[in-house]
């Protein structure tokens, strides 16, 4: 995200929320937010919304994987080429969510 929107844009780890790091929920409160949720499960959309986030987008890894089946990488923890390029996807379609929603006016 910070080659794609440099400056427009924070990551903020889910861990900080579940803990209930307030300087994270003012954060989550004030901003819009896009979960971008690893598993099936949607844990980063669920806790965004418990949270009363500003939850504008939700993406799945898992739904990107299985656009991209030729992309196969092979760990979850050290992310090689097949994994940097799904990285990379998934990028891509926040940024575009993100200028949609500037075109939109959706603000902060």
Aim: hydrophobic content about 35%; glycine content about 4%; proline content about 2%.
């Amino acid at each position: 995200m910070d080659d794609l929107k440099k400056g427009e844009t924070d990551t903020i780890c889910l861990s900080l929320l579940v803990k209930g790091d307030e300087d994270t929920r003012r954060q989550v409160k004030s901003r819009r937010c896009i979960a971008i949720d690893g598993c099936p499960n949607e844990c980063a959309k669920k806790n965004l919304e418990l949270s009363d986030a500003k939850l504008v987008a939700n993406f799945r890894v898992v739904d990107v994987i299985r656009e991209n089946r030729n992309l196969r990488p092979k760990e979850v923890t050290f992310l090689d080429r097949d994994g940097q390029k799904l990285a990379e996807i998934v990028a891509a379609k926040v940024a575009s969510k993100i200028d949609e929603l500037n075109r939109k006016g959706v603000v902060s």
